[in-house]
């Protein structure tokens, strides 16, 4: 009966020390497993940071290379144009002079507005709300939209550097309204809740599900958005709409 009672004190005793062997496997497998998610989470959002600050960095490059050099030449060559307009008597040649100069105008107009778009100078010495005031006004004169604003704060506490991709995210939500929606009226509201802000899009043009379309979406456009929200831990969520679209950037 002794030899029984110490045969099963001995089983429980090497159930027990199995069963904490093999949680302790499993708890280190657990704990490595989270700190490889967590080191891999830490490379990847490290990449990400690159790769958004290179892309700042390039479109800064480009949009200086545009505005200090192309745009010179096409000035120089515009004067040239009106001085050889002024001393050409030919009624003719004195019409085309005039019609090259147009073009050229035209041609330095849209430079300029690539520029601006590449890197909008305001951003960093005026703040994000009147660079986007001044980015609705020029939607407004190149693409015929009616655009309606309406800012619940006039000052947004952000860096500089969200900033720079708030405005990127507003920036390709509002060109592929209105390339792919053709909408006649877009809405925008800057809105604050406690102290929580909220950038409101809507339009009404042709719907779209942002995230259906980011899953099948072999363009750049829409997974640079989702790139650009988790860089600043913003979130985007598309409500519904009668018409159109409905789209909250909600900002922590």
Known sequence: MQDETGLKFFFWIGTAIIILSVLGIILTVVLYRNKIHKR???ESDNLLKTALESEKRERKRIASDLHDGVSGDIMAVQNYIAILQKREENSFNKSVFSEIETALRKLHENIQNISYNLNPPMLDDFGLILTLQS?????????????????????????ASDAYELYRIIQELITNMIKHGKPDTI???????NDK?????????????????????????LKNIK??????????????????NKIHILLK
């Open 187 to 193: 809405t925008f509201n800057l809105l604050k809740i």
């Open 135 to 159: 980015y609705f006004s020029r939607i407004r004169k190149w693409h015929h939209v009616k655009i309606k604003e309406h800012y619940q704060s006039e000052v947004l506490p952000v860096s």
């Open 197 to 221: 802000y909220i950038f409101e899009i809507q339009d009404n043009g042709s719907s779209f599900d942002f995230y259906k379309n980011l899953e099948f979406s072999d363009g750049l456009g």
């Open 227 to 244: 790139s650009r929200l988790k860089h600043i831990g913003a979130k985007l969520v598309q409500l519904p709409a009668k018409k159109g």
């Open 40 to 42: 891999n989470k830490m």
